[in-house]
């Protein structure tokens, strides 16, 4: 299995509150993604990294940052925890030089904003 | 319209079957399209990853590309109650962003 450890596992909190979810890898890899995963949507890309401060927003990054000052921690914060960020939050690193998707994934983060 | 459409299932078959698993997408600038298969509380794991048009083979697993149909095919033979499991198909241009079809729920019964 790829070093991908996601903190918490599990974690309630109340609205308007920040949060923030901790993604770390043992793989030296330089590309991190967090995704959103909700039923009927699949996964969705919330923002990702190319490499220590490099980072950018995906399709779903509104009250969502992120950020990067090691190569094997990516941190995603809420800002303001809102009712429709709930949801299971997945941290991913890239395969390799040589594959060009997402090749591992982290067990998830189960976030309830009450 | 999504990019990536796919059948959230149930798909139900018994133990044995023949599994075909399909996504249709719109991007035609799509070249790297991959299967990823999800247990249930865990995180997704790369089955399939294949460039271009064509069949690609591992094991029991098929994966084909049909581009000029914009749809792609995953294939499970001698299915096993092990495969239980939601797939999820997904497909990148080339750059950073990878689009995930919304998943298939599977279930073979022994």
């Known amino acids: 299995d790829a070093g991908i450890t996601q903190s918490p596992r599990h974690k309630v909190t109340e609205t308007g509150t920040p949060v923030t979810l901790r993604c770390h890898q043992t793989?030296?890899?330089?590309?991190m993604y967090w995704y959103r995963q909700d039923p009927g949507h699949g996964l969705r890309l919330i923002h990702y990294?190319?490499?220590?401060?490099?980072?950018d927003k995906g399709e779903v990054s509104d009250g969502y940052s992120v950020s990067r000052s090691k190569t094997e921690d990516f941190l995603l914060t809420l800002e303001s925890a809102t009712s429709s960020q709930t949801s299971v939050y997945f941290c991913?690193?890239?395969?390799?030089?040589?594959?060009?998707?997402?090749?591992?994934f982290g067990q998830g983060t189960r976030l309830t904003v009450v | 319209q999504k990019e990536v459409e796919q059948d959230p299932g149930p798909l139900s078959v018994p133990e044995g079957a023949i599994v075909s698993l399909n996504c249709t997408y719109s991007?035609?600038?799509?070249?790297?399209f991959m299967w990823y298969r999800q247990y249930s509380r865990k995180g997704p794991e790369l089955l399939m990853y294949?460039?271009?048009?064509g069949n690609k083979e591992d094991g029991r697993f098929t994966a084909q590309v049909d581009k000029s149909s914009k749809y792609i095919s995953l294939f499970i033979r001698d299915s096993q109650p092990s495969d239980s499991a939601t797939y999820l198909c997904?497909?990148?241009?080339?750059?950073?962003?990878?689009?995930f079809g919304a998943g298939t729920r599977l279930f073979v019964k022994a």
């Open positions: 991913a690193i890239r395969g390799g030089t040589d594959m060009n998707t997402e090749a591992f």
């Open positions: 793989e030296n890899h330089r590309y």
């Open positions: 990294s190319y490499g220590v401060k490099d980072t």
């Open positions: 991007n035609s600038a799509f070249q790297y």
């Open positions: 294949t460039y271009s048009s």
């Open positions: 997904a497909m990148i241009s080339g750059g950073f962003k990878t689009i």
